[in-house]
């Protein structure tokens, strides 16, 4: 007889956990859906009562957070309990880049997997569905599966992989309205039984068309390689703005016309002063690494490209500020509009904005930032974690402002590093006459009004344009 899923736990309250259940508990009210973490206080916060106070900001979450919590969705520490009570069992941890060993800076660190799995099996005595949430390497759901059903005692264990697509600043919408779920499991009736559960929960609201069911190794190695050709699409247009820019096409219209080739598509070909966030760069590593250790150094050289160009995009546009300074940013203060890696988030992880910041302190430049929804804590904190210069030196060399016409004040230069719509709103006027002269502009995102810019009397540079 088929079984009816009714209670959920998700591993993990992070910004893939959190907003993912929670649309889950929206559209499935019947279904009681945990989310359960190890980090207290990031579980208050999903239980704050003030919706402002969530631990992620994405825009419509706090409605849809409104309307289940308390209802059918619940945010705990009490991770064994709320593992044992449940019939499936997400696993959406953290799976950083290695930063020791082998594989340091390359592999993904699968230490918190583990630990899950060997949780998970020590609080079952019932049978479970496990569902790997988070991205993983291809070939870790046999991992998983060797230690559930080696120390699990008797309790059956079947393994689903499901990947998530969400990109952030627009998580709730990319939730409801999928492009695609994508579910892989077993081959075997129970495989399938398994597999069939989950589709009857995202049926809810997902076409069942866009529910694709496939093998675990498919789905686990499908999720790195989505990332993997997503980052490859900005890569490439960012390498073809340099050679705009010298050769004066101009990246935008480029960018326009091989776009209406509908074999191309319009979307992910924005230039950019280099993508960021927490996954494209730490998937492409992976993919890399797994790909070395298949022998297979030609597919691994080529994937691993994207990261050098990246890499080289971020570098470029910090040199070209300082060489319109003169060559020197020495004392000089450079105002940042903008920390987060793209807008609609306050996610910092692997933003452009780290890289060349340090690029700029590094010739001792004074930054002062401005993010609508980046706090000065966590910019300290981005940059204390590059070990690149003391605590002390980074909270001296760099301050953070609540008004963005402060940080403009006084300013060389002001640098667009996120696409945020309020800096297109502001008054370009006002900014210009609080700064020393030239004043100079050094749009990173392309979002800016440059012929605007020009007459107010900027001195504009804009990635692939001359
Ligand atoms: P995150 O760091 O925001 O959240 C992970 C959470 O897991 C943390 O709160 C941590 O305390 C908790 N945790 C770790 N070990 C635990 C344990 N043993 N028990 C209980 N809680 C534990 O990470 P994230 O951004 O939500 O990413 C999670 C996974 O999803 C990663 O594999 C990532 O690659 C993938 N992913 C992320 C995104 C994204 O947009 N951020 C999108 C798709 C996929
Ligand atoms: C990305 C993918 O889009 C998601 O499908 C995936 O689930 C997620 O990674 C993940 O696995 O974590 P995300 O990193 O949240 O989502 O955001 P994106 O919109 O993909 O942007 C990534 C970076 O690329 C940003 O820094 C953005 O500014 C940059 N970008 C994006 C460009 O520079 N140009 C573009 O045309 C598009």
Known sequence: EKKKITK?????????????????AQKCPHIQVTVVDI?????????????????????????????ARGRNLFFSTEVDTVIKEAEMVFISVNTPTKTYGEGKGQAADLKWIELCARQIAAASDSDKIVVE???????????????????GGGVKFQILSNPEFLAEGTAVEDLQQA???????????????????????YAHWIPREKILTTNVWSSELSKLTANAVLAQRVSSI????????????????????????????????????????????????????ISRSYGLTEVADY??????????QKGRFAKKIIKSLYNTVSGKKIAFLGWAFKKDTNDTRESAAIYVADHLLNEKAIISVYDPKVKEKQIQFDLNCLQTRSEEENRSLVNVEVDPYEVCKDSHAVAILTEWDEFKTYDWQKIYDSMLKPAQ??????????????????????????
């Not at 399938?192 to 989950?198: F, N, S």
């Not at 050094?442 to 440059?450: M, P, S, T, Y």
Request: net charge negative.
């Open 8 to 24: 959920i736990c998700c591993i993990g309250a992070g910004y893939v956990g959190g907003p993912t259940m929670a649309v889950i």
């Open 39 to 67: 980090n207290q206080a990031r579980i208050d916060a999903w239980n704050d009562e003030n919706l402002e106070n969530l631990p992620v900001y994405e825009p419509d979450l706090d409605q849809v957070v409104a309307e």
């Open 133 to 151: 949430k988070s991205t993983l390497p291809v070939r870790t759901a046999e991992a998983v599966k060797d230690i559930l059903r080696n120390t």
């Open 179 to 201: 492009d695609r779920v994508l579910i892989g499991g077993e081959n075997s009736p129970e495989g399938k039984e398994a597999i069939q559960a989950l589709v009857d929960i």
């Open 238 to 289: 960012n390498s073809l703005s340099e050679l705009c820019e010298a050769t004066e096409a101009d990246i935008d219209e480029v960018s326009r016309a091989i776009g209406a080739d509908s074999r191309i598509g319009k979307k992910f070909l924005k230039a950019s002063v280099g993508f960021g966030g927490s996954c494209f760069q730490k998937d492409i590593l992976n993919l890399v690494y």
């Open 303 to 312: 994937w691993e490209q994207v990261i050098k160009m990246n890499d080289h």
């Open 441 to 466: 502009v050094f749009d990173g995102r392309n979002i800016l009004d440059h012929e605007a810019l020009r007459k107010i009397g900027f001195r504009v540079y804009a990635i692939g344009k001359s």
